[in-house]
């Protein structure tokens, strides 16, 4: 595991990972949007299956220890922004036992209506750019696995510091592209060839395995992490830094 701090080198970023012409049109940010919008509806359900898949039947377990690590606990307002399918929701509510004080976000209908939970749980449309929730309402904000797939990380952070208490904590997890060469290697020819194979045989949606091979390019893509964490400096978070684990897996943390 390893931990770091802002690089005061790094510049903010808007886009989190330049554009991939083989799914969209570069220049055309309504079709990227259109993309993700009908990609995500319609691979939501076979998107949990997946998943596990995808994290060897380890991440549920990994999603808990890394909320329990950003200080979650019970008696928190909480945001999940990015909710998708509930998978982070359903781990804040093993922590909290308390669906009244979680609210999930996401642009995806189709995915949202696939998360599952023993209790009702809030969900509401929106972004991460744009938040719909009050300002200074949440003690603590959870994005999990979303942040390649916004359109204006920039924006996303300014929200985030918006709608967080001060003192609020904020937790981003994210998937890292390796810095060493086999380990870069090993994991693309997971993640853009055995998994897409895998989503082939067992999905039923025509377009899970591109899913999978777009969620791959994007980490490939992805910017630095002293950049994502300079961004959020930027916008007036505060304590920002990032825990890594497997040299993969990060984890990004700041106060409001």
Known sequence: MQSSS?????????????PLPEYYQPDDAAMREAFLRRTFDDTAVDYNRLEKIL???????????ALLR??????LQVVDVGMGTGLVS?????????????????????????ARFEQPVECRLG???DIPVPDASADFVVMGYALRHIADFSAAAAEFRRVLKPGGRLLILEITRPEGRLAH???????????????????????TPMLWRYYWDTIEACVPPAQVMHTLGSHGLHGVERHTELGIFSEYRARG
Do not use: C, F, N
């Open 6 to 18: 802002p690089d005061r080198d790094a510049s903010p970023v808007r886009l989190p990972h330049a």
């Open 70 to 75: 950003a200080g979650l606990k019970p008696g």
């Open 185 to 207: 290697t090993l994991l693309k020819a997971y993640m853009r060839g055995v998994v897409p194979l895998l989503a082939r045989a067992v999905s039923r949606a025509k377009d």
């Open 127 to 129: 972004r991460a750019e």
């Open 90 to 114: 359903r781990e804040i509510l093993k922590i909290t036992g308390e669906p009244q004080r979680l609210v999930g976000v996401d642009p995806s209908p189709g995915m949202m209506r696939q």
């Open 55 to 65: 994290g060897l039947g380890t991440g549920s377990w990994y999603r808990r220890q």
